[in-house]
Every structure is written in structure tokens, then in C-alpha cells.
């Protein structure tokens, strides 16, 4: 058996390390120079991104390319360098090796390897000892470091070294790349290029009312209310270049569609950036590209609906002395933006809203209650309930610490708000009189008008607040309707004053009663009312003698003539809060005659009336007349039918003449019948009546009057109607006319029997009037002789 001498095996184990020396090499550099390739590939790639988008790669992307970078990488160094360096090199695979190289060896050394450890006979063994030696012996001569090609690895090397020397330079000249690609691929960061953007913005809103800035959340959405505007705001950071354009990309979610769009924005100062949305109703996401900037992750818009009141209503504690309390059990729901109460009511004024509530802010003109919550999340953070009081021009005068919690004026669930208040003209009185600290119900003065502002868990404000103006109604003074009937001016001293009318008030008349003044005496005296009132809202005046009228009796007050009388009625109000309040009516004034100066007030008054009617008959008589000299074309007509055309009119025209002059002689002799009703009632009352006197003017005037007007003139005037008929058929107008003479007739034979009654009153009248003339002369002449005798008697004792 026979041994490779040690100088073939030492020669083959240097050759060995050649090959791996080798390999590992070549291996290093082409790792080298592909990781070199790579990084140049990965970082222009990021930054033409970057010029083009102003954003960061996607992260997908790059961990795509750091895995395929590793993935290369791994291979290369598995396939160029570890399969390869630990390959198990055989010596017969390394002497095959030379063998190629150096063909000079012819075959020796490999057949000095392959005998190796086989059994052989002396012989042969004696020539592969001899070949052994020759082999080794050319080996020695042989130069085996040629057996490499140095070119490739050399190349290779000289790339790699190139190429990392260009690594190694950019990442001492400019470390900020280096770092930059290193955060990107390696750290996978999202905002990798921020530190290197000349452009820095920051997005935010401005919300409403108010113009208050609100920032997106850090998820970058905003809640923003449905059908409001909204309007970005885009500032630039200090430090940074402030680009010169912003512009907003959006897209909007439109049910099952989207919209996309593009807006330049407004620049607003240095720096500061604005675009309004108008009526959003829809999702909306957005990006701001301004310079070098864009938001990697879009700011999103969701739309929410924003707080609002539905429903008001309000659970009133009405006065006592309205007699409202069996209404306080009803609510009272606001319809509209306007409710009256009575003044002094408190109200418990209830708000259900659409969504949960953090603050709820009522505002008026001179005061501000709020109350709420801090924290949205727990709920559980209530914030102090504050008012404030302002003045009139709007300025903070006190701010208040209410001791009601907001646990208290919110439910549960925070839709619903109870805050009471207290409706009275004295709210600004107790206003000054606040502490540190007040108590519910906030006083409020009438007609305040309330706005009710709304802050929701979505920290959304309630764009159009909702209002409320609560008007007091101020408890009036009583209503006092009256006036005298049955009197006038000027009455006797016996007299009984009839007043009729109706008291009235909103919440009930509690008390009335007469006050008068005699002559010009400044103190007012009063007298009760013979019925009075019981807190109704409208009392009519009534005694128990006469259901229509409250009688004033003179007799007690013993006047004497020429004296002056002021009456009137007075009335009084339950208000016991602002009260009560008192009125009066019509101030009636009285002059005290004696009975025969009234009479003969009367008589003229009575001697006018007649006049007045004397004229009526004459009216009614002329009417007589042209009837009787209408009956000729009446009769024309009725025999020559349409053909008598000027006929037709001439009766058409007469007859609604006559129609019309007779309704108004019908209303004028109607006033007479009522005047000589009053007449009569005068009489009555001033006690200067007789049986006699009554059963004169009852039945000789009174009594024929109501007759004349009641039914004679109606008979008469629906003669005249007969008569148009008559026209409009075009015929029957003589029977008309024929009969229409005897209801005219009848008027004025009733006419001319009152006037007979009416001249027999003026002759007694006048009788009456001469003996009371005779009386005053008879009256005077007894004074004057009175006069004389004292000074006769005066005159003589003086002479004595």
C-alpha cells in the first residue's frame, strides 16, 4: 500500500487554501458592490418618490425592498461564499485541478493520488514510488500561483471597493441621507423625510360660533355638524419656509358615490392659510400639499348632527291670586320661540335634545348661566354652574357660583335639561343683592330673551342656538266699562243715579265700590256697591233692586242746589305680589237743580223732539203725495207693458226713492221713541215723577211711537218692496201702488195723533213753565221788598 509523499499533499493543501482565499474574496466583493447597488437603488428610488409626491414611501414597500435586499443579500452569501468556501475540496479533485493547468505533469500527479492506499505488488509499487517522485519534483518547479485569474477579482474587487468608497463618502458628506434612508428601511418610520422638509404645516379648524380653533383628534379626524360650514385653517410653523400655495385635495363620500376635488386656498398673512367648505353634508377625507409638505395619512371629516333642542316645555307655579293653580300640573309646551306667563310665576324650563350634552349655555341680554361637564369621556367632571351678569353694553359686571350641580339640572343621559327660573320686574333688584354664591330659580325680568347654546360629547357647538322669550304678563288694573243711563248733567237732590257697565280684569275682580267728591273738596269719599264682586274675571253691575244698573242714591248725601257731584266706580284686584292695583271709570259730574228747573230742561228737550218729528210727518206726507200722482204712468205702464220704456224708469227711480226716505223717516222716528224713553227714565230717577205725568207720556207718546215704528212703517215699507217686485216682473205695479196708499195713510193718521198728544203736553208745559216764571217773580219781588225794609229800618236807627 503507498502514501502521497508530503511534499504532494503540502503542495495540494496550499493549493487548497488558494481556492477559498479565492472564493471568499470574489464573495466579499460581490456582496459588497450588490449591497452598494442596492442602497443607490433604494435611496434614488425614495428620493424621486419624494420629489414627486412629497411623501414617504409606502412602509410596504419598503419592508418589500429590505426583505428583498436581505433575500439577495442571504443568497449571494450562501451561494458565492458558504457553499462554495465549505466545499469539500477531494486531493484527487485537486490534483484533476493542476493536472488541466499544467500539462507538463503529464498525468503524474493524479496517478500518484489515486494509487494512494492501493494494494499493489512490489513492482508496481516501486513505479508509483518513482512516479510519486517525479510528480513531487515538478511540482516544486511549477509556479501555482498562476494557476488563478486574477482579472475577475480584481475587477470585482476594484467595483466593490469603488462602489463602497462612494457609500463611504456620502455617509460622511452627508450623514442626513444616511440616516434618513437607515430610519426608512431599516427603522421602517413613517415620517422619515420630516426632518428634512423646508415645509412644515399644521391643520386645524375653526369652528363656530365664535370662530374658536379646534385641532383634529390623534387619529386625525375632526366630528364636524351636518349642513355647517367648515373652513380649515393651515398654518406654517415657525421655523419653517412658508410655502408659497397650499392647496386641499378631497374627497368627499357621497352615499355610495365619491367626489373628488381640488382647492387652492386663501393665504391669510404670513404664513396662514384658509378655504371654507360650504353645507357639509358628507364625509370628507383631505390632504394639504404646500411646498415640499403633504399628510401622509389623509385628515378625515366625519359628519355628525349637531345638538339641538326638540322639544321645550315648561312646568309653571302660577301665583295664587291668578286661581291658575289647578293648570300646574300641565306642562306648557313651547310652540314657536315666544311664551307669555303672568308675572311671579316660576318655571321649570325643560329641554330634550337629540344627542348627549357636555355644556349647556343660556344667554340673555343681561345675564349668562352655564353648566356642564369637563370630561366627555367619564362624565363625571362637572364644572361649577356660573352666572354671569353684564351690563347694558355688554360688559361682565359679576360672575356667580350657582349651588346647583350639573348633575341636578342634567338627567342621566344628558338629553335632558331642567333649569328653573323666576319670571318678575324686580330680577334686576335681587340681582344686586346676589352673594358669592345664589340659589335656584335665577330671577329673570319679562320679555327675556333666552338663547340656548349646546355643547355635545363630539365637542360639537349648536350652530343656531334656540330661543326662547319668556313675556310676563303684567297684572293689569282692573278694566272699568261704564256709564250713566237715565240721567244727565243736572239732577235733583232726591235723585237715584243708575250706572251700568262691566268690570273686568284677567285674574279676577276682588273688590268695588262707589267714590265721589262734593263740590270741590279735595278728600274722596266712598260708598259700597250694593252687590259686590267675588273674584270673577267680569262682574256686571247689578244691586238688588235692579239686575242692570247700580243705583247712587243722593238723598243721604242732603245736597242742597247749585252743588256739584264727582262719581265714579272703583275697582281693585287680587295681586297681593305687585298689588293690588286699583282703577276707576269715567268720572261722571252731577249739578244738583231744583225739580222745576229739571222740568223745564226737559220740556225743552221735549219741545225739540217735537219739532224734529213734525218734520218726519211732513217727509212722510210729501211721499202721499207723489203716490197718488204716480198712479197715471202706473196705469200707462200696465196697459202698454215693455214697450213703455220711460215709464219703467220713471217708477223705478220713484219707487226706490220713496223706499229710501221712508226707512230713513222709519230710523228717525225710532231715535225719537228712544229719546222720549230717556226722557221718561229722567223723570224716575230725579223723583220728579207722577202717576199722572208717566201714563201721559206712556200711552199718549210712547205706547204710539212703538206702534208707528214697530209695525206701520214695516207695513208701508213692504208695500214699497211690493211695488219693485211689481217692476222687475212688469206688472201689477197700479195694484201695488193702490195698495201701498193705505199702509201710507195709516202712518200718517198715527203721526198726526201723536203730534196732537205731543202739542197738549207743550200747552200744559208751557202753562206749567208761566206759573213757575210768575213764582220766581213773585219770589224775587219778596226780596227785594225784604231788602228794602232792612235798610229802611237800618238807615232810621242810625238817624236816632
Known amino acids: 500500500m503507498t502514501k502521497i509523499p508530503a511534499e504532494i499533499q503540502t503542495t495540494l493543501k496550499r493549493f487548497r487554501r488558494w481556492i477559498r482565499r479565492y472564493i471568499l474574496l470574489e464573495g466579499l466583493a460581490v456582496l459588497i458592490a450588490v449591497a ?34 436581505v433575500g439577495v443579500l442571504a443568497g449571494l452569501a450562501i451561494s458565492w461564499v458558504l457553499l462554495r468556501l465549505f466545499r469539500q475540496f477531494r486531493m484527487k479533485d485537486l490534483a484533476l485541478a493542476l493536472e488541466r493547468r499544467f500539462p507538463q505533469l503529464r498525468d503524474q500527479l493524479i496517478t500518484t493520488v489515486q494509487m494512494e492506499h492501493e494494494h499493489a505488488t512490489p513492482l508496481k509499487t516501486s513505479m508509483i514510488e518513482r512516479t510519486s517522485r517525479e510528480a513531487a519534483a515538478k511540482l516544486s518547479q511549477l509556479p501555482l500561483e498562476e494557476t488563478f485569474d486574477q482579472a475577475p477579482l480584481k ?15 456620502f455617509s460622511v458628506a452627508n450623514a442626513a441621507g444616511m440616516q434618513r434612508w437607515v430610519h426608512a428601511y431599516i427603522f421602517s418610520e413613517d415620517n422619515y423625510w420630516d426632518p428634512f422638509r423646508q415645509q412644515a404645516l399644521t391643520v386645524k379648524i375653526i369652528a363656530q360660533p365664535g370662530e374658536k380653533i379646534k385641532e383634529f383628534d ?45 382647492a387652492n386656498m386663501n393665504r391669510f398673512g404670513d404664513g396662514e392659510f384658509r378655504h371654507t367648505f360650504s353645507r357639509v353634508v358628507d364625509d370628507h ?62 318655571i321649570d324650563l325643560q329641554g330634550t335634545c337629540n344627542k348627549p350634552l357636555r355644556v349647556v349655555d343660556i344667554r340673555s341680554g343681561r345675564f349668562q348661566l352655564s353648566f356642564g361637564f369637563n370630561d366627555s369621556e367619564t362624565g363625571r367632571l362637572a364644572k361649577s354652574t356660573t352666572l354671569i351678569l353684564r351690563d347694558d353694553e355688554n360688559q361682565i359686571l359679576r360672575t356667580i357660583e350657582v349651588t346647583a ?11 335632558n335639561f331642567t333649569v328653573p327660573f323666576l319670571i318678575t320686574a324686580q330680577a334686576e333688584q335681587a340681582w344686586e343683592q346676589f352673594g358669592e354664591l345664589v340659589e335656584l330659580p335665577i330671577p329673570i325680568p319679562p320679555d327675556s330673551a333666552l338663547k340656548i347654546f349646546l355643547e355635545d360629547e ?112 272703583y275697582a281693585q284686584d287680587g295681586d297681593t305680589l305687585n298689588g293690588p292695583h286699583i282703577a276707576h271709570g269715567e268720572m261722571f259730574s252731577f249739578k244738583v237743580v231744583t225739580d222745576d228747573e229739571l222740568l223745564a230742561r226737559l220740556f225743552d228737550r221735549e219741545v225739540n223732539l217735537r219739532l224734529r218729528f213734525e218734520q218726519i210727518r211732513s217727509e212722510v206726507g210729501d211721499l202721499r203725495e207723489i203716490l197718488g200722482e204716480q198712479s197715471a204712468i202706473a196705469k200707462t205702464f200696465d196697459e202698454q207693458g215693455e214697450s213703455a220704456k220711460t215709464e219703467a224708469v220713471n217708477l223705478s227711480a220713484f219707487v226706490e226713492r220713496s223706499l229710501h226716505q221712508l226707512r230713513k223717516n222709519q230710523t228717525e222716528s225710532r231715535s225719537i221713541e228712544v229719546s222720549f224713553r230717556d226722557l221718561r227714565e229722567e223723570m224716575v230717577n230725579n223723583g220728579i215723577d207722577t202717576k199722572e205725568k208717566l201714563g201721559r207720556i206712556d200711552n199718549g207718546v210712547i205706547a204710539p211711537l212703538s206702534v208707528l215704528n214697530d209695525d206701520l212703517f214695516v207695513v208701508a215699507d213692504q208695500r214699497y218692496a211690493l211695488q219693485r217686485l211689481s217692476l222687475q216682473r212688469g206688472t201689477g205695479i197700479t195694484d201695488a201702488i193702490n195698495e201701498t ?56 236807627d242810625s238817624s236816632q
Open 218 to 262: 390623534e387619529k386625525r379626524i375632526y366630528k364636524h355638524p351636518r349642513g355647517a360650514d367648515l373652513q380649515l385653517l393651515v398654518e406654517s410653523h415657525d421655523e419653517a419656509v412658508s410655502p408659497e400655495d397650499v392647496t386641499v385635495q378631497y374627497i368627499a363620500f357621497e352615499g355610495n358615490t365619491t367626489g373628488r376635488g381640488r
Open 741 to 796: 196708499v193705505p199702509a201710507i195713510d195709516a202712518v200718517i193718521a198715527q203721526m198726526d195723533r201723536i203730534l196732537d198728544e205731543m202739542r197738549d203736553r207743550g200747552t200744559i208745559n208751557d202753562l206749567i213753565q208761566m206759573g213757575e216764571k210768575i213764582y220766581l217773580e213773585q219770589l224775587k219781588q219778596l226780596e227785594e221788598t225784604e231788602k228794602k225794609r232792612i235798610q229802611e229800618n237800618f238807615f232810621f
Open 36 to 69: 452598494c447597488l442596492m442602497f443607490w437603488a433604494t435611496f434614488l428610488l425614495d428620493v424621486a418618490y419624494f420629489r414627486f409626491s412629497s411623501l414617504e414611501l409606502p412602509s410596504t414597500l419598503r419592508l418589500v425592498c429590505l426583505l428583498v435586499m
Open 155 to 169: 475587477r470585482l474587487a476594484i467595483t466593490a471597493t469603488v462602489l463602497f468608497c462612494t457609500l463611504a463618502v
Open 458 to 569: 363630539d365637542d360639537i357647538y349648536s350652530p343656531e342656538p334656540a330661543s326662547l322669550t319668556v313675556n310676563g304678563i303684567v297684572d293689569e288694573a282692573p278694566v272699568i266699562d261704564t256709564r250713566r243711563t237715565g240721567v244727565g248733567a243736572l239732577v235733583t237732590r232726591n235723585a237715584s243715579i243708575p250706572i251700568e257697565g262691566l268690570l273686568a280684569d284677567d285674574y279676577g275682580v276682588t273688590d268695588a265700590w262707589f267714590g265721589f267728591k262734593i263740590g270741590s273738596a279735595e278728600s274722596k269719599q266712598t260708598r259700597p256697591l250694593g252687590s259686590l264682586p267675588r273674584g270673577q274675571n267680569e262682574f256686571t253691575l247689578n244691586d238688588k233692586t235692579d239686575k242692570k244698573v247700580e243705583r247712587f242714591d243722593l238723598r243721604p248725601l242732603k245736597l242742597q242746589e247749585g252743588e256739584s257731584l264727582t262719581l265714579a266706580i
Open 405 to 415: 350641580s350639573a348633575e341636578s339640572l342634567l338627567s342621566e343621559d344628558r338629553m
Open 285 to 346: 377625507r383631505l390632504w394639504i400639499r404646500g411646498g415640499d409638505f403633504v399628510n401622509r395619512t389623509p385628515y378625515r371629516i366625519q359628519i355628525v348632527d349637531p345638538p339641538q333642542v326638540d322639544q321645550m316645555t315648561l312646568k309653571c307655579d302660577y301665583p295664587s291670586y291668578t286661581g291658575m293653580d289647578g293648570m300646574e300640573d300641565q306642562l306648557v309646551s313651547v310652540v314657536g320661540t315666544q311664551v307669555s306667563l303672568p308675572m311671579e310665576t316660576q
